[in-house]
């Protein structure tokens, strides 16, 4: 930006009280500024509430370093003001959410379900405390029940597994989860995986060439 100035023009659209809002170019206008420029292009546009959500979320999730909580929310702003705008083409709105990413329904929708978490539970996703699929399942609780998942985490330093995530989830749809429950759900010992690889010439040793996998399997497991 220095030497060549901004080359691709932000967005913007008038102020009902005099001035500009910028719709997307955020980054171009603080690069601008660390660059001692005092101008940059803009293209401004009388552009209504859902029209500049969708072109600010359509612009910064193509970012690469976006962090998942980013896009929650920004899927989750676009979908509710497409919404708001009402149907406009015979796709899923779900769908056209997720065209400028490349991204499909049911990914959007996750996303959309993850930005229901805690802000506390968020930055646990967004710092790999916790993955992805284990924090959709936690957005479907309660905020007190997201409560008692962030304080046992934090207490007992513990990883979710999937397992465990989809138990508070049932627990959490039932409403038979409890602080206790909580705890004793993410501490219980998580039964090791165990894989053995037996290598195909000592296969053929003990069994005929025609044996197929499944027979085999059977085999081994009833020895």
Known sequence: ??????????IARPRAGGGYEIIAGHRRRRGSELAGKTEMPVVVRNYTDDEATIIMVDSNIQREDILPSEKARAYKMKYEAMKHQGKKSGKNTLDEVGEAAGENAKKVQRYIWLSRLSDELLAMVDGKKLGFSQGVDISFLAEEAQQWVQAVIEE?????????????????????LTLPMVRLILTEEKPKE?????????????????CSSEEIE????QL
């Open 1 to 10: 930006i220095r030497q060549y100035g901004v080359l691709v023009p932000g």
């Open 156 to 176: 007992k330093g513990c990883n979710v597994s999937m397992v465990q995530s989809a138990k508070i989830k049932e627990y959490g749809k039932t409403g038979e």
């Open 218 to 221: 059977g085999i081994i497991i």
């Open 194 to 210: 165990r894989k053995v690889t037996l290598k195909a010439d000592k296969i053929s040793e003990y069994f005929a060439e025609d």
